[in-house]
């Protein structure tokens, strides 16, 4: 019997999701991908990846009822890893082509157009980690792989001191004098999220990947 943990990739209709499972799979876990509702609440850990556009993405989350998959494992303290739009539609809103789509509302905040003079954002860029950041722990320097024009430009969560706050990491896309700042990954007590690609990242992707399933086998 194995003792990997056991992740869920959630098939929703979002592309390149083999690539996704093999990295986990590398990652030291046991990886199933479905978009059965039970076997996504059972497993021991759940990514839910994303390609495309918002509002597409949102709309195939809800037709396998991702979305209440993610609310009720949250709910329960049991992990979650979006991976970039995946990432996304874990906010409030996108707004895409004047077209405003709600999100799962995890956190507050709206998935909009990268303000910078090439869009989209596309290769390899270093982010800004929080001091504390066990996701980045050893990666503080590392570059990782983004493809998006879209991101989240502003950080508008309040805890009021009566819930610890989500470590935020950052990235710039964008010329000196030019560049736009947004959302690059979150860390929140049981759900974590990346706006790069950690299975396209190379060497500091699979470190991440690791670290995540790592949290799996502790819990």
């Not at 996304?88 to 507050?108: I, K, M, N, S, Y």
């Not at 320097?141 to 502003?154: A, K, L, P, T």
Request: hydrophobic fraction near 45%.
């Amino acid at each position: 019997m194995s003792a990997r943990p056991r992740v869920v990739v959630l098939d929703y209709g979002s592309g390149n999701l083999r690539s996704a499972v093999r990295a986990v799979e590398r990652a030291g876990a046991q990886v199933e991908l479905t978009s059965d509702f039970e076997a996504g609440l059972a497993a021991d850990g759940l990514l839910v990846p994303g390609v495309g556009a918002y509002a597409a993405c949102m709309a195939g989350l809800r037709a396998v009822k991702g979305d209440r998959l993610i609310g009720r494992r949250l709910a329960g303290g049991r992990p979650v890893l979006g991976i970039c739009v995946g990432m996304q539609v874990l906010f409030a809103r996108g707004v895409e082509h004047g077209v405003e789509t709600e999100g799962c509302d995890e956190w507050p905040g709206v998935v909009e157009r990268l303000q910078a003079p090439v869009v989209p954002h596309m290769g390899w860029n270093t982010v800004q980690a929080p001091e504390g950041s066990r996701m980045f722990a050893g990666l503080e320097d590392e570059r990782f792989y983004f493809v998006h024009s879209y991101g989240v430009r502003e950080w508008t969560l309040v805890t009021n001191d009566r819930t610890r706050a989500p470590l935020v990491t950052w990235a710039e896309h964008g010329p000196a004098g030019a560049s736009d700042r947004f959302v690059a990954a979150v860390e929140n007590g049981p759900l974590w999220a990346t706006q790069f690609h950690p299975e396209k990242s190379g060497d500091a992707g699979a470190a991440l990947l690791r670290t995540w399933v790592t949290t799996l086998a502790a819990g």
